[in-house]
């Protein structure tokens, strides 16, 4: 039977290319590459970077929005729509970035997911005009009946009384810019020419759209319909009732599959609520009432409808929910991180991870992926089981399918050793700071607890024998060889092995005699990844001078800077006459551009207050000036003197900047211990 279930898994995979809305028993993981104000993170020449270590573990990636915003924007003000130039270089990255980057992931087997927004857009010069864009030797543009007639509850109206403008809205009212009215032909020829694109042309394979509550679920079906994605979720951001029905509004016509799947809020918020408290009990409680999309309550309740497990998205984290750098946010996880992955990605529905958290613990969240796909875990898994519903330890198992014994069994809390599963039946394969993941022993499997990927020093890797079978051995090569009975080192399950070199491992389960089940990792080493000052950047006497690191790749730096006199230049963005490449800084790849100034008798170093590096489209934030700064997109992480150099360890420093980044280069949370780089120094955090 386990044999025919994958196979059936793999002809899906083959077939999906087909379904709209979101398929069915569908085993894939999803990440949301991107996080507020995450520009570098999620730079396209980045995440180009990190396909082939998504590959195998992300099989859906969500970017931002990837039009020109006309400035420093996560996307959400949508500006242009068609590709061409400059419209499609966002805070992201330009469109020959784009393109590439989608095409890596196609080529790692990885879909990239658009972020759509249609229910509003950004004006060119007053409340009522839009951009015209040619795309195809076609120009489309929005005009002012194509706003609702009731905008902004009515002061587009207001403000603009000659104007005419369209229908009402068929959604909620947006103040932020103008709504689209849905009902218009030309916003409706718009949205399927734009939504057309992102697939055919871009190669994007689904959607996510953005603040599905401002027009009907109609128009979701209306332009899926049309432009056949793949995967298609909206942020219908409210509670479970609510969202059955969004979901339901997207059946073409009120008839056949729904065209849309939907992101599972009350999965996020009873898991914050669980998480935060350190009460585990809440884990089977509702949210104000609403139990999430993957509760046997609400799957009950909609059956007659649709499966909302097939069209839950859960995720515990996002954008908009999470702690922003200005420190807003509506309802972040707080606690326990991995432990809260942990219980999702053991769950049924299509678990969405948060970039931040994957940056933070990647190895740990691979590592669940691993196990979930080895446990066969799919959206449309058939139940669970509660097995101990205490508040320090909270024990489910996870069905596949009404004919099958329980694969994969989740512990989470204080104390997970408070629940103990039984031996015949369960094998653990991993554990961490308040979680333990079980797999049934009747799936015959090996398992590896170290995923695949980049390692930066030596580490232990257990190998496990998930079986029901006495005496069951397993069987590793690590020169890429298949394992056989007399092909490679036989261990005892439980065996932990050292990777310290570059290698492919193989492991098969050996039972009376016979190889089988054999799985890979690829592990690679890197060298860690210690940031310092490039020697490209140096003191320039009798010169107004700063520093740029290049991490957002941009092909052009232009410079615009201020002070008590006024602005140097003209006219934004300031020019680049004065910028000039100098260098490349080795510790990181990135280019280094250094921008003097000629002082005069009104303008002098000590009078320049600000400054704001850009490429036209996007820019970094205001920079508080001090010369001989050296700056990347996000921080100030050093200043060059007459003697220059990087400070010295400091043990505990107190970090007062979002910019932070281990020994192996990748930008961490607030909450990361142990050696960092922040502001050009490196510091101890405890």
């Not at 439980?494 to 990777?499: D, V, W």
């Given at each position: 039977m386990k044999k025919l279930y994958f196979s059936a898994i793999f002809a899906l995979f083959s077939l999906v290319v087909n379904a709209q809305g979101w398929p069915a028993n569908y085993g894939g993981v999803m990440l949301q590459g991107f996080y507020w104000d995450g520009f570098a993170d999620a730079s396209w020449p980045i995440m180009t970077k990190r396909a082939a270590d998504f590959k195998g573990y992300f099989d859906l990636v969500w970017l931002p929005q990837s039009g020109n915003c006309n400035g420093t924007s996560m996307g959400y003000d949508d500006f242009y729509w068609f590709p061409g130039g400059e419209r499609y270089t966002s805070s992201f990255g330009d469109e020959n970035q784009l393109r590439t980057l989608i095409n890596t992931f196609k080529n790692n087997n990885i879909g990239t997911i658009a972020d759509v927004v249609i229910n509003h857009r950004k004006n060119v010069s007053s409340w009522v005009d839009f951009p015209a864009e040619t795309y195809n030797g076609v120009t489309y543009q929005l005009k002012s009946t194509d706003i609702c007639g009731n905008d902004d509850g009515g002061n587009t109206k207001k403000q603009n009384p000659t104007v005419t403008l369209g229908a009402n809205d068929t959604g909620e009212d947006w103040g932020g810019m103008r709504d689209l009215d849905h009902t218009s032909a030309n916003v409706q020829n718009n949205c399927k020419a734009y939504t057309k694109m992102l697939i055919d042309d871009l190669g994007y394979v689904g959607f996510r759209y953005d603040m599905v509550k401002g027009y009907s679920a109609y128009y979701t079906a209306l332009y899926n319909d049309y432009a056949k994605p793949q995967f298609s979720v909206g942020e219908c951001w409210d509670g479970t009732a609510t969202i059955c029905n969004w979901i339901n509004g997207t059946r073409l016509n009120g008839t056949g599959e729904p065209l849309s799947a939907a992101f599972d809020f009350q999965f996020k918020y009873v898991c914050r609520n669980a998480f935060n408290a350190s009460d585990m009990t809440k884990l089977n409680a509702a949210n104000d009432g609403n139990m999430p999309l993957v509760s046997t309550t609400s799957r009950n309740s909609y059956t007659s409808k649709f499966d909302t497990y097939r069209y839950a998205i859960t995720f515990v984290e996002n954008h908009d929910t999470e702690k922003r750098p200005d420190g807003s946010s509506n309802g972040p996880l707080e606690k326990d991180i991995p432990a809260a992955n942990a219980w999702m990605l053991a769950h049924p529905g299509t678990p969405c991870v948060f970039l931040k958290h994957y940056l933070a613990y990647p190895n740990e969240i691979k590592a669940m992926i691993d196990a979930r796909k080895a446990a066969g875990i799919i959206n449309q898994c058939y139940s669970y089981t509660n097995l101990n519903t205490k508040e320090t330890c909270y024990a489910r198992s996870i069905k596949v399918n009404d004919n099958s014994d329980a694969r994969l069994l989740v512990i989470v809390g204080s104390n997970t050793a408070g629940y103990t599963p039984a031996a015949a039946t369960w094998q653990e394969v991993l554990s961490g700071t308040h979680y333990k993941y079980f797999?049934?022993?009747?799936?015959?499997?090996?398992?590896?607890?170290?995923?695949?990927?980049?390692?930066?020093?030596?580490?232990?890797?257990?190998?496990?024998?998930?079986?029901?079978?006495?005496?069951?051995?397993?069987?590793?090569?690590?020169?890429?060889?298949?394992?056989?009975?007399?092909?490679?080192?036989?261990?005892?399950?439980?065996?932990?092995?050292?990777?310290?070199?570059?290698?492919?491992?193989?492991?098969?389960?050996?039972?009376?005699?016979?190889?089988?089940?054999?799985?890979?990792?690829?592990?690679?080493?890197?060298?860690?990844?210690?940031?310092?000052?490039?020697?490209?950047?140096?003191?320039?006497?009798?010169?107004?001078?700063?520093?740029?690191?290049?991490?957002?790749?941009?092909?052009?730096?232009?410079?615009?800077?201020?002070?008590?006199?006024?602005?140097i230049y003209s006219e934004w963005p300031g020019e680049s006459t004065h910028v000039t490449k100098v260098g490349t800084n080795p510790s990181t790849g990135y280019d280094v551009y250094r921008w003097e100034y000629t002082p005069t008798a009104t303008i002098t170093?000590?009078?320049?207050?600000?400054?704001?590096?850009?490429?036209?489209?996007?820019?970094?934030?205001?920079?508080?000036?001090?010369?001989?700064?050296?700056?990347?997109?996000?921080?100030?992480?050093?200043?060059?003197?007459?003697?220059?150099?990087?400070?010295?360890?400091?043990?505990?420093?107190?970090?007062?900047?979002?910019?932070?980044?281990?020994?192996?280069?990748?930008?961490?949370?607030?909450?990361?211990?142990?050696?960092?780089?922040q502001n050009g120094r490196k510091l101890l955090k405890k």
């Open positions: 797999m049934a022993k009747k799936l015959e499997i090996p398992f590896v607890n170290k995923p695949s990927g980049t390692y930066t020093e030596q580490f232990k890797a257990k190998l496990i024998a998930v079986s029901a079978t006495s005496g069951a051995q397993l069987v590793y090569t690590t020169n890429g060889s298949i394992p056989t009975a007399t092909n490679g080192t036989k261990v005892n399950s439980g065996t932990e092995i050292t990777i310290s070199d570059d290698c492919t491992l193989k492991v098969g389960l050996l039972k009376s005699g016979v190889v089988s089940d054999v799985i890979t990792r690829e592990f690679r080493f890197e060298e860690p990844v210690v940031w310092t000052l490039p020697s490209c950047a140096t003191f320039v006497s009798d010169k107004i001078f700063a520093y740029f690191e290049n991490d957002r790749q941009w092909s052009k730096v232009n410079v615009w800077a201020w002070g008590s006199f006024g602005n170093a000590d009078k320049v207050t600000g400054l704001i590096f850009n490429n036209g489209a996007s820019k970094t934030d205001d920079i508080a000036f001090e010369n001989g700064g050296y700056y990347n997109f996000s921080s100030k992480l050093a200043v060059i003197t007459a003697s220059t150099g990087i400070s010295n360890l400091d043990a505990d420093a107190q970090a007062t900047d979002d910019a932070i980044y281990n020994l192996a280069g990748q930008r961490v949370s607030k909450d990361y211990k142990g050696l960092v780089i």
